[in-house]
């Protein structure tokens, strides 16, 4: 059923399955696509995504349920905001159908990879659209390629579900006001490598981005979007920024913080010297789940919000969003898709 694998010491690190998914575009039409093995892409060397960052992508994941079924978590939505992406980079819009198609596939195909249930690891899919084919000058390529590829992963933070330190990053923009910080184009990731990498050597779990206008408002992680649970304990508060990623796992936490939680949930500016009004905060993602933030250092100051353990709104998010993304709890209408394995 499974291969053997150490599913419970899994981190979040690349392997190379058996099968991934190819579309070619070219002439304004997609090839119908299908599954072809291996991890290697042969690109010509001007390549508009190699060059000039032509390059959109998502990350969904496909989870083992306790009776062995395997299902996803809102993949329409990861192909709508695919397609936002590749709106704003001049590249073509994949059709739902074959995004849809494409990503059960390759579920299908790599079934033994899917972690049993219960040991935290999921299928982690990474459906990526690239301009391709020849081209120099600073123009939209000719050619496209729509791939989707796949992985087992364990946690993206170290140990998951555990209070993490973040800090902010003041000197480092991840993305313009008017820029592609809403859409997941790989050139929003070049930009969070610094900022990424001095935030791990100083300790912290990521760097936390302010808005690149005043520098006052907080934006959200580098691979996850921010939210709070306020002192008063009535709301949950997530940033509204034109130039953060439109998470699938934040819109999906909004709606439970109210149909389970009983919270209001509001996108709404959050000072970072207003950190005192927030009793809880978190990372949330598909990679990064739910993080909570144990505490955020800004400037000299270094801001532990509660105890410094896992806020009691926060663990029942978690536990009612893995609830449904494992198949135990039951979530609203259509956000669970089975995939015939
Ligand atoms: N923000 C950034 C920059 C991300 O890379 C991600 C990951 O996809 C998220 C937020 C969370 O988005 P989602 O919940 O749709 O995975
Ligand atoms: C995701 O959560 O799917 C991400 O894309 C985050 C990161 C690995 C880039």
């Known amino acids: 059923m499974t291969v053997n694998l150490d599913w419970e010491n899994l981190g979040f690190d690349y392997m190379e399955l058996p099968y991934r998914y190819d579309a070619h575009w070219k002439d304004g039409a997609w090839d119908e696509g299908g599954l072809v093995q ?82 935290g690891a999921t299928l982690y899919l990474r459906p990526l659209l690239i301009g391709v ?29 555990v209070p993490t330190k973040f800090m902010v990053a003041e000197t480092y923009d991840r993305a ?11 050139g929003n990731y070049a930009a969070s490598l610094q900022a990424g990498k001095y935030a791990h050597e100083h300790g912290f779990g990521d760097a936390i981005y302010l808005d690149p206008i005043e520098h006052r408002y907080i934006e959200e992680v580098g691979s996850a979007n921010f939210f709070a649970i306020t002192k008063d304990g009535r709301k949950f508060v997530t ?43 978190g990372a949330c993602g598909t990679a990064a789940v ?18 410094g353990g896992v806020g009691p709104i926060t663990q029942k998010l978690y536990d009612t969003l893995v609830g449904i993304q494992n198949g135990d709890v039951e979530g609203p209408a259509g956000w669970v898709v089975t995939v015939e394995a």
């Open 176 to 186: 313009a006001h008017f820029g592609t910080g809403q859409s997941k184009v790989g």
């Open 239 to 281: 940033p509204k920024s034109p130039s953060i990623l439109q998470s699938i796992t934040r819109r999906s936490l909004m709606d439970l913080a109210t149909s389970v939680c009983g919270l209001a949930a509001e996108e709404t500016r959050i000072p970072i010297d207003g950190l005192n009004d927030l009793a809880e905060a």
């Open 38 to 119: 291996g991890g290697s892409l042969t690109l010509n060397i001007s390549s508009p995504a190699l060059h000039y960052g032509q390059s959109a992508f998502e990350g969904l994941k496909a989870y083992r349920t306790k009776s062995g079924a395997i299902q996803l978590f809102r993949p329409d939505q990861n192909a709508a905001r695919l397609n936002r992406s590749a709106s704003q980079l001049l590249m073509p819009a994949v059709p739902t159908d074959q995004f849809l198609a494409a990503v059960k596939q390759v579920v299908a195909a790599n079934a033994e990879y899917v972690p049993p249930y219960g040991t």
């Open 290 to 307: 739910i993080t909570p933030i144990q505490s955020i250092t800004y400037r000299d100051h270094v801001h532990q919000f509660g105890d």
């Open 133 to 161: 084919g020849e081209n120099i000058g600073v123009a939209p390529a000719k050619e496209y390629l729509f791939t989707v590829f796949a992985m087992p992963v364990g946690a993206y933070y170290k140990g998951g579900m």
